[in-house]
């Protein structure tokens, strides 16, 4: 039966924690040094590893794939990330422990764990991307039983992912300059379900990697269309935009996305540091800033039309035009209807102002920020009047 500190209760579901690949390589690191040094146990007897965690829970986890050679001895613990959405749900994380000449405790990382190659992360380029926590983890687990049985020898350990190299393609290591794997995580050792944290930690280290790297300046964007769109290429057709083809090449083709965290963004880029941020987003989800909604998921509201028609108001658009808005199902289809009725430009120009004191008031004097606008129909559709002085000047900056 699970214990309730199992259990997280989010937004009003009851949900089931995970432990982190961290626990993972902890775990896995533990049974087998126990299985290498105690010689007269069989290995099929070593079913279960207790492990502790930083968050003070107790782990009790079954090692798998138990193989042993003549010094060494690998297995594997099986990831469980609860109703956490995570990628390496099922995982198996890999220890090899092998004896070795010498004293002391060697850690690194094997097929399918990543090489950081960036400065600004947790690991220093060149070492495994094996965060210092787990780090800790596994080095204090191995220790603990050479002291039970007596070992002052020295260990190699050696942490592996088989499925890493292929899942990593789907997380922020490229982004990172981490190359060919995953990253062995988790400051609590616990995964807590359905949590931002992750995410915008993932902001947090790709906005410090560019400030170790002497940057004062940030292009931020929320996904793959403004990411395709800062490229040079317009997401659906795939042709050259008029903008890209004017400024892409000077902004670069690899800004740090932010997905609906653009607030977190902006806070991160301000305590850290930077000096300028340039923001580059679609018009149906940078319109939301407006409104003060900084973070743009649906589940914390979706004023696109509202925002729209009180500025179609503004800019003399009569009832009728208003409640045609209201019946538009997207931010596409209400530039083209303003665009018909000659106010497009007005209301355009209302919105980006109200966008950029909105911009403003979030960074305050820390962080000058501006945002570049486009439609996945019309290509670049404007700037905010920080967004255009920033454009300008960027290469500069």
């Known amino acids: 039966m699970a214990d309730e500190r ?39 007897e070593k079913s279960l590893v207790e492990i502790s965690t930083p968050a003070g829970r107790t782990l009790r986890l079954h090692p798998e794939d138990i193989s042993r050679e003549d010094g060494a001895v690998s297995c594997a ?6 109703d956490d959405p995570d990628i390496t749900d099922g995982i198996l994380v890999y220890a090899r422990v092998e004896k070795k000449d010498g004293t002391g405790i060697a850690i690194g990382g094997g097929r399918g764990v990543g090489r950081v190659t960036k400065a600004g992360l947790d690991a220093p380029p060149g070492a495994a991307a094996i965060n210092k926590i787990p780090l800790r983890m596994i080095r ?24 890493g190299e292929e899942l990593a393609r789907r997380t922020f290591n490229p982004n990172l300059g981490i190359v060919g794997g995953l990253s062995i995580l988790g400051t609590s050792g616990i995964v807590e379900p359905m949590s931002d944290d992750g995410f915008i930690g993932a902001i947090r280290a790709e906005l410090r990697i560019l400030r170790a790297q002497g940057e004062y300046k940030a292009l931020i964007t929320p996904g793959n269309y403004g990411k395709d769109f800062l490229a040079g290429f317009e997401s ?111 209301v355009k120009k209302n919105i ?33 009047a920080r967004g255009a002085e920033l454009l300008s000047r960027w290469e500069t900056l």
Request: with cysteine; aromatic share 8%; hydrophobic share 35%.
């Open 6 to 44: 199992d259990y997280r209760l989010v937004n009003g579901r009851r949900m089931r924690c995970g432990y982190t690949t961290g626990s993972c390589a902890a775990a896995a690191a533990r049974a087998a040094t126990a299985i290498l040094l105690d010689s007269a146990g069989d290995p099929e």
């Open 77 to 82: 613990i099986r990831k469980d990330a609860g």
């Open 140 to 163: 204090e687990n191995v220790e603990a039983l050479c002291r039970r049985y007596g070992y002052d020898g020295g260990l190699q350990v050696t942490i592996s992912i088989p499925k």
């Open 236 to 346: 659906r057709t795939g042709h050259k935009t008029d903008f890209c083809a004017a400024h892409g090449g000077r902004l670069g083709d690899n800004p740090v996305k932010c997905s609906n965290y653009i607030g977190d963004a902006l806070d991160i880029a301000a305590d850290d540091g930077f000096k300028y941020l340039l923001l580059a987003g679609h018009i149906g989800k940078l319109i939301k800033l407006a409104a003060g909604n900084f973070n743009t998921h649906s589940k914390y509201g979706d004023p696109r039309m509202e925002i729209f028609a009180a500025y179609t108001g503004l800019a003399g658009g009569g009832r009728e035009l208003i409640g045609r808005i209201f019946d538009c199902a997207t931010s596409e289809s209400v530039i083209g209807l303003l665009t018909e009725e000659n106010l497009w430009d007005a």
């Open 352 to 384: 980006f102002d109200a966008i950029q004191k909105a911009l403003d008031r979030r960074c305050g004097t820390k962080l000058t920020a501006g945002a570049v606008l486009f439609s996945s129909q019309r290509g670049f559709i404007g700037c905010t």
